[in-house]
């Protein structure tokens, strides 16, 4: 796919992330009903499209094992990365653990399968969908490690319906089975209405979120330079120098060009309810990869053709 393509179909998704905003600022979306959308798209619309985008693509068995492969090396290298950054830049010891847990974990979900399914189509949502299911493996044990400083981890939560949903399509990946055509279908449809909503969600995010506060932090403005620029283009420059497929390269580029997750603010409510940087950190970058995601594609595009 060219510049443009890519530029023209950001250009979409961000306009359905003012459409949240906008219905949000209008009290067509209310907080409580945005966490019920979030649980819909979450539970339904994203398990499904990770499923559809499998039985649609033509990936063999070899393409989605190369793809777990790629997933935990890129993980691999993110947590690194984060770790050697903080120390680097000298980031206070009582804040690293919440630094680099927003340093690792990107919005692969929300805004990962738009964007990829924007630059590689339904190929490309197969293979990402392996890296979902590394993501939520790492997430929940050493993402939970990092926020609550190893007090506890819960295996069940490990178990969700994206992590179900990676781990079958793992099977269909591996195997090649398709499920009744009407299924299919089902899944196809349910699965198309996950752009839309995950981005207006974003923006209604937005529009119920501190701006103030979020702008007026130090701390993430640093984190957001890290996130948004330095760890994605050393990606960039990492994987363009290995034997990986062009099309998992460009995954693991796009993967770290997004913004901060949307798991570590609900997590570090969890663990520390008074503090609100992460919820900061995840608005704050989403309004900032409007400017920073396609000049990263951009560069991902040029040197990864």
């Keep these: 796919m060219n510049l443009s393509a890519v530029i023209s179909q950001l250009a979409a998704l961000f306009l359905m992330i003012l459409a949240g905003y906008i219905s949000a600022r209008a009290d067509l979306i209310s907080p409580q009903f945005r966490q019920k959308l979030s649980s819909l798209a979450l539970n339904t619309a994203a398990p499904c499209i990770i499923l559809s985008s499998v039985l649609e693509s033509e990936s063999g068995s070899a393409d989605m094992a190369a793809a777990v492969g790629v997933g935990v090396f890129f993980f691999a290298l993110m947590i690194a990365l984060a770790a050697l950054l903080v120390r680097v830049c000298r980031v206070p010891r009582a804040q690293r653990g919440l630094d680099q847990l927003m340093l690792v974990f990107t919005n692969v979900g929300f805004m990962g399968i738009p964007v990829v399914q924007s630059i590689y189509g339904p190929t490309g949502v197969a293979l990402l969908s392996m890296f979902i299911l590394i993501f939520n493996l790492c997430f929940f044990s050493y993402g939970v490690l990092l926020i609550s400083g190893g007090l506890s981890l819960n295996p069940r939560a490990l178990l969700n319906t994206c992590i179900v949903a990676a781990l079958l399509a793992l099977l269909f990946g591996l195997t090649g089975w398709h499920l009744p055509a009407p299924v299919e279908t089902a899944l196809s449809a349910i699965g198309a209405m996950n752009t839309p ?36 283009l050393c990606i960039l420059g990492i994987v363009a120098v290995l034997p990986i497929p062009r099309m998992l390269a460009g995954i693991c580029v796009a993967l770290a060009a997004m913004p901060v997750a949307g798991n570590c603010a609900m997590i570090s409510d969890l663990y520390t309810p008074e503090d609100m940087t992460a919820s900061q950190a995840v608005m704050l970058t989403t309004l900032l990869s409007a400017v920073t995601l396609p000049l990263i594609c951009a560069a991902m595009l040029a040197v990864l053709a």
């Design 197 to 232: 909503l995950a981005m207006m969600i974003i923006g209604a995010s937005i529009a119920h979120s501190d701006l103030r506060a979020a702008f007026s932090s130090p701390r993430l403005y640093l984190v957001s330079l890290l996130r948004m620029a330095v760890m994605p």
